[in-house]
DNA sequence: GCCTTGCCTTCCGCTCAGCGGAAGGGAACT
DNA sequence: AGTTCCCTTCCGCTGAGCGGAAGGCAAGGC
């Protein structure tokens, strides 16, 4: 028994998006061997796919014969969600001048919050929030700020789970956390203070057309200088407005 | 004679490919038919493939029954050429900040530059370049910057093609688009005139990482004030300076 | 009402594209 | 010379994938 039809039960196409699903943050460079492991594909498999993947520009190969993400993915991915991008980075750009402040846009995917955009300067605290990095909710101004506006039942889904908790201020407790989101909606934004970051806080207002949050737009700002968000809020609210109306039209 | 192992010469990854391949600026929601007649498939296999592709979110389905690329996709493609853009990104929001105009970061791909981030206001003005965008070189003040500083051997076959010519103001003449290459690389920058688009003009210098144009950082401004763009020089190579200096560490 | 036109979806039998074990090669350490 | 990493090529078996045909469903014309 030698070949034969591969392993049963897996498409070809779920193959190539194993080999792709191999890279993710923490593994932004990989050898072909990495990618068989991570991929769950037999090495001389992997090595046609990326070879293949490789002839289109989907991956490339450093000067150290590791594979990364090749530049025709990066562009194909731009034409996803490019409209919101598109219509909110100059808001972003306008709070950031108004605020000097860590500025980002986020959209909710699953359980967790997608950042798309950030506009932040040389002096900016250092972030966690790379544009394409996920994090949870609950912890995060503009995950709260999203999750505030979505359907009780979703809302009641997420705190049923376990939720994690990378800090000590972390708000996990179901019952608390409800009446957090309840507030979220009653001033129209979310507060948080060191609960995904020793170090830092934010304030986030999410970006509501035809009655559903589409996105959110966030600060994020060194706690020692937590006093200062009040300052902020208007601004903040202000742009969500502008992003929501401006997305609204033609959309 | 019916079904059969379908057209034979094309392996399945090139038909995953040429599915996502049917997307571009110009495409970004297509229907099903539309997909299958721009990527060359039988309806059923783009079917199957779409629905593959739609369970891992590289596709994903809008109200009206469209597909556009999926955030998955748009989650990968941010792995690509990532470190470029998150050490450049604080210096081009600097750069803005000095100047106000609006802001590029662009690589080479193949013979044309793709514009892989940008810093924008709200007064900006309107402008092709969105990031993801392709344009060709000569016309470009980034594709210029590059291009220059490519090897003789490639500036040669560059030049032996035929120019697109997207205004009359557009150098396309081999001699003389040589000759302004040659005081590209003896001032350490680029100017265009109006050469891409009637309206705007521009400054750019490439960001030079051991002896070799990594990318390149420009600055667009209407062609009304193109007499300030002296001004902007100073900021331009230094910006493109500290770029370089900051990405060539642990590159 | 009925026909047409445009989509999307399911069914199914034929076949070759793809699979992976085995083997070979090269570079960098010990 | 041995060991341990990688990457690459070869090749025979087979079931995953192919696409024509047929069915559904909604919108517009008459």
Redesign the pocket.
Known sequence: ???????????????VLAVLGAFDTGHQEL????IARRSG?????A???V?ELEGWQALSRGDD??YHVGLRLWELGQLGSGRLREVAHPWLQELFGATGENVHLAVRDGLEVLYVDKVYGRRAVPILSRTGTRLPMHPTGVGKALLAYETEWFIGSYLARKLERPTPHTVTEPGRLARELASVRARGYALTYEEMTLGSCSAAAPIMVDGRPVAAVGVVLSSRRARELPRLVEPLLDGARQIARAYGERG
Do not use: Q
Not at 31 to 34: C, E, F, V
Not at 41 to 45: C, D, N, P
């Open positions: 028994m030698s070949g034969g039809s591969g392993e049963p039960g897996r498409s070809v196409t779920s193959r050898t072909l061997t990495d594909l037999a090495l001389t498999t090595h046609r796919l070879r014969g590791r």
